[in-house]
């Protein structure tokens, strides 16, 4: 099962990544070939980039590549720096299911209002990408942190 969420994440990335670099060539195209530039290229190119973050965000977390201070962890080692991990991890996975619960009622009521150049959509594509990538993250920082605070996998 997880194997196959990790699949559909990498595709969505890479799905918006060609979006984005697709209207990005359009919009050069109109406006310094063609001398007439569009609105709507720019403003799918900047969503498409939002959802390429946003679940990139899990991506992130499911390889360990999130910037982080490891001072204190690398002077700990052995079985506090293992805690510390842990501990870091369930705080990570509360601070983004908080994340999560408010960007659900955020997108939620943003389902209302529309995008400027393209009025026949509604924000809510948009912005439905922050609580969706905030609770795959979270889910897999809880994965994580109970992996590490499981005394049978830590070999203590």
Not at 6 to 20: H, K, S
Request: with cysteine; aromatic share 14%; proline share 3%.
């Amino acid at each position: 099962m997880l194997r196959w969420i990790d699949r559909v994440e990498e595709l969505i990335t890479q799905f918006f990544f060609w979006i984005m670099c697709l209207f990005v060539l359009i919009q050069i195209v109109s406006r310094y070939i063609m001398n007439n530039p569009l609105s709507f290229p720019d403003e799918i190119a900047r969503h498409a980039y939002v959802w390429m973050t946003f679940i990139g965000v899990s991506l992130a977390t499911k390889h360990d590549e999130h910037v982080r201070v490891d001072l204190i962890h690398r002077i700990a080692g052995g079985k506090a720096a293992t805690f510390l991990e842990a501990f870091v991890r369930f705080g990570m996975f509360g601070l983004l299911a908080v994340l999560s619960i408010l960007g659900w009622q955020y997108a939620w009521f943003s389902r209302v209002n529309r995008w400027a150049s393209l009025p026949f959509l509604s924000m809510m594509l948009v912005t439905i990408s922050f609580p969706l990538g905030c609770t795959l993250a979270a889910l897999r920082a809880l994965r994580i942190a109970m992996r590490l605070s499981d005394p049978s996998r830590n070999g203590a």
